[in-house]
């Protein structure tokens, strides 16, 4: 995990929701070169916490297949 507790980092759901928000305020434009850059890392951590939770799902289903299968 990242500098962040696991208290603190959103839920998947919240991270997506946020990200697309992200996506749609840089796609309407009319942001400064300093906000859409703040937006654009943003929308990266963003990212990369979804996938985090994709990973570990991931991970778990796995984990549970090959407990099924012995």
Known sequence: MTDETKDERPSYEQARAELASVVERLEAGGTTLEESLAL?????????????????????????????ES
């Open 40 to 68: 654009w890392e943003r929308g990266e951590k963003l990212a990369d916490i979804c996938q985090q939770w994709l990973d570990g799902a991931r991970a778990r289903i796995d984990a549970a297949r090959q407990d099924g």
